[in-house]
């Protein structure tokens, strides 16, 4: 599958055993209820990533190291790839390394967020952008669906802050409350132009991101499944995330839902996302 920014890295830059970043590639495409082609998300950002300069917001977050390792294996009950994913992402914290999950859907995040909670010993802080919830309930009877990720997150302990959703339900509406969920929607967010958030005091210090492509507005991201009208903009959604992040320390994150449609802007801007949120947990 490639290796990430392998057109930059020099050879002490991509050793495993002190990169401080680990890509891992989870192409996992099964509950998707819309538009298809996440499987093929995290190889379209790998490549697009040879594209990348190495400076990204004033810092250099190869000059730290990042490794790839090898794609997680997609076949099988998804429980089994959940603990394939969190297996990974947690030998990651226990080696003192970043994991940073490439999509495939948004249900890998249940696996990834869950090894890095289990090496912390810990619930973690969870910043999601995304234009869904994601607090549905064994959505069209699937516990761990896309739709569903964060419900199950939610249940287990982790604190949920989400930025930018534009399309939910009652039923996400009503887990919100329950779960205590910090949110500032899109409409607000966008027609505010609000590009800075503050957690609350008692929000984890160990944040770990989790970043849905749809979160952005069509119009800078139009290849994902469910591209829903009136979302963010590119540079605001990443000040959101860096101002979620003062002050924090940043365990972890993910870039997911990517859909590769054979416009390689999209692949581009999905591997600047992720390089630029690497750069944000350069400051921990």
Not at 64 to 74: F, L, N, R, V, W
């Amino acid at each position: 599958m490639g290796i990430f920014l392998d057109s930059e890295l020099t050879d002490a830059e991509r050793d495993p055993a002190t990169a401080r970043f680990r890509i891992i590639p989870v192409p996992l495409e099964r509950t998707v209820s819309y538009g298809a082609g996440t499987a093929k998300g995290p190889e379209a950002i790998i490549e697009a990533s040879n594209e990348l300069e190495r400076n990204s917001n004033g810092v250099e977050p190869c000059a730290a190291g990042i490794t790839t390792e090898a794609p997680i294996d997609c076949d099988g009950p998804l429980p089994d790839i959940m603990e394939r994913i969190a297996a990974r992402t947690e030998a990651a914290i226990r080696d003192g390394r970043i994991p940073v999950t490439l999509g495939g859907e948004h249900s890998l995040s249940y696996g990834a967020v869950t090894g890095v909670a289990r090496a912390l010993g810990e619930p973690v802080g969870i910043v999601q952008i995304d234009a869904h919830a994601d607090l549905r309930i064994a959505y069209q009877g699937e516990k761990h669906s896309h739709a569903s990720v964060m419900h199950l997150l939610a249940s287990d302990g982790h604190k949920l802050a989400q930025y930018g959703v534009r399309a939910l339900c009652q039923q996400e509406m009503d887990g919100r409350e329950t779960h205590g969920v910090e949110f500032v929607d899109a409409e607000q967010l966008v027609t505010d132009g609000i590009h800075s958030v503050k957690l609350p005091e008692d929000f984890p210090r160990k944040v770990y991101v989790s970043f849905d492509v749809d979160g952005l507005d069509p119009s800078i991201m139009p290849a994902t499944g469910t591209p829903v009208p009136g979302g963010l903009g590119y540079y605001q959604a990443l000040h959101i995330v860096e101002s979620a992040l003062a002050g924090r320390e940043c365990v972890g994150l993910d870039v997911v839902e990517l859909a590769p449609n054979g416009e390689t802007a999209w692949d581009f801007t999905a591997a600047q996302i992720t390089y630029r949120l690497m750069a944000s947990c350069m400051g921990d």
